[in-house]
């Protein structure tokens, strides 16, 4: 048997609550499938960490989340938390394991599975089977540089951001993306607006000296205004983009559109030694928390994706997303991705059933 590698699973509130158990038996029964040796911790986060210690991210989490090789985290938030002060409310607790495990990395496949195209706002034709991939730096940038904040010169007030980035940042994010082409189509656009900003046109020039260093890998520039046209003019032209904080953020919310739901997007956050955090990108879903409505295949695809990029175990990510396109093939769905006129040829699913059903399929091809 392997080294073992510890995950520490944290499910936060709302339907992460009830998300993250599902994924936990996929992700126990792949490992033991695959010959990944893990052992699962479980910790406290978000709102249920504030009212059982008194903050969002208690101590021991932080520490276990750094000794571990992964951190599975379903969702945090909730009404009952709504009106905390900023600084104590259940997202700090995402931003402290941010912090706290250096992830800089951040990436977010948009990946639309071939049986729900019709879920798209696009014509199905330019979605259908689309497998993108936005690599998005996630502590420098606009969101963090100083001097910031709001003044008051001659007698009005100013607000101020800085947008900065220092090479060593933009290097390492570029080396990522550029892995991660070598490991996909070989293709990787990198997104900047070289032709008004200084700091991008660093941006640009850094991640063009590296690219002869991954002669596979083939590098197109794109201004972000442009990129934002072309992911919903011809979306399946990128393989893997690479981008800074804000244009990232942004970006990566409009290649989620083009697939449809929020129930079915994963995320990672990696650091530079492979540590990962691995979540879905819908949030704690009061609305339809506690009553087996939640679709689980966020948090199934961010576990495929932990195989993948922290537990170096690609054939269990491929089964686990194999798996989950076999059941929607199928026709099973979940409330969220339930088309209004299905005509019979869709089958209703709870939370819990969707997971039997991934895990059917699992143990049918692991
Ligand atoms: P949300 O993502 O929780 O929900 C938006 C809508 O999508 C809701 O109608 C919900 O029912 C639906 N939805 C989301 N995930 C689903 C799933 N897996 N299956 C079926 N339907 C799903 O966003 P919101 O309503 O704006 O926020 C609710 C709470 O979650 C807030 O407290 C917010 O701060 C928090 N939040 C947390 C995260 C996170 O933990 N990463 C992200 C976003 C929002």
Redesign the pocket.
Known sequence: MSEQKDILVLP?D??GTE?VPVACRVLEYAASRCGVNVRLQEGLVGGNAIDAAGTPLPPDTLQMAQSSRAVLLG????PKW?DLPTLER??RG?LGLRAGLSLFANLRPALLFAPLAQASSLKQELVSDLDILIVRELTGGIYFGEPRGIEVVDNERRGVNTYVYSEHEIERIARVAFELAELRQGRLCSVDKANVLEVTQLWREVVSQLAAEYPSVELSHMYVDNAGMQLVRAPKQFDVLVTGNMFGDILSDVAAMLTGS??MLPSASLASDGTGMY??V???????AGQD???PL?TILSVAMMFRYSLDSPDAADAIEGAVNAVLAEGFR???IMPADSQGTSSLVGTQEMGDLVLGKLEASL
């Open positions: 936060g709302g339907i998300v969702a945090v938030g909730g709504d259940p997202e995402l929020l129930g979540e879905p819908h949030g704690s879903a009061p609305d339809i409505k939640a679709n966020a979940t409330m969220d």
